[in-house]
Nanobody, 127 residues
Framework: QVQLVESGGGLAQAGGSLRLSCATSGRTFRTYAMGWFRQAPGADREFVAA????????YYADSVKGRFTIYRDNAKNTVYLQMNSLKPEDTAVYYC????????????????????WGQGTQVTVSS
């Protein structure tokens, strides 16, 4: 089965930046649609960003649009989330997810649409 491992979380100041990485097993990574979700204390898991297997199709939650960027490096089987202009409300556990049977060029914004999940990485933003 597909394994996903997130890294890059930690503590940042408001206005600062972090880059999250999600390393994914398997030689067919380039066929997967990928997404980032987050879950803050006391809240449901919410969509953050998604990238299609074509890599040219992207989608962002309104709360992070203009601040976060999702991109992938298929040669490294890794998807990234570059987070700039961080706010305290970005504090959450961030999860990487893979959709292993994606049609070409589709993005997925609902958690139930994804097949595999990482264990999460904590991001804490202080003011």
């Amino acid at each position: 089965q597909v394994q996903l491992v997130e890294s890059g979380g930690g503590l940042a100041q408001a206005g600062g930046s972090l880059r999250l990485s999600c390393a994914t097993s398997g030689r067919t990574f380039r066929t997967y649609a990928m997404g980032w979700f987050r879950q803050a204390p006391g809240a449901d898991r919410e969509f953050v960003a998604a990238i299609a297997n074509s890599r040219d199709y992207l989608y962002y939650a309104d709360s992070v649009k203009g601040r976060f960027t999702i991109y992938r490096d298929n040669a490294k089987n890794t998807v990234y989330l570059q987070m700039n202009s961080l706010k305290p409300e970005d504090t959450a556990v961030y999860y990487c997810a893979a959709e292993s049977a994606s049609s070409y060029g589709l993005v997925y914004m609902r958690d139930y649409e994804y097949d595999y999940w990482g264990q999460g990485t904590q991001v804490t933003v202080s003011s």
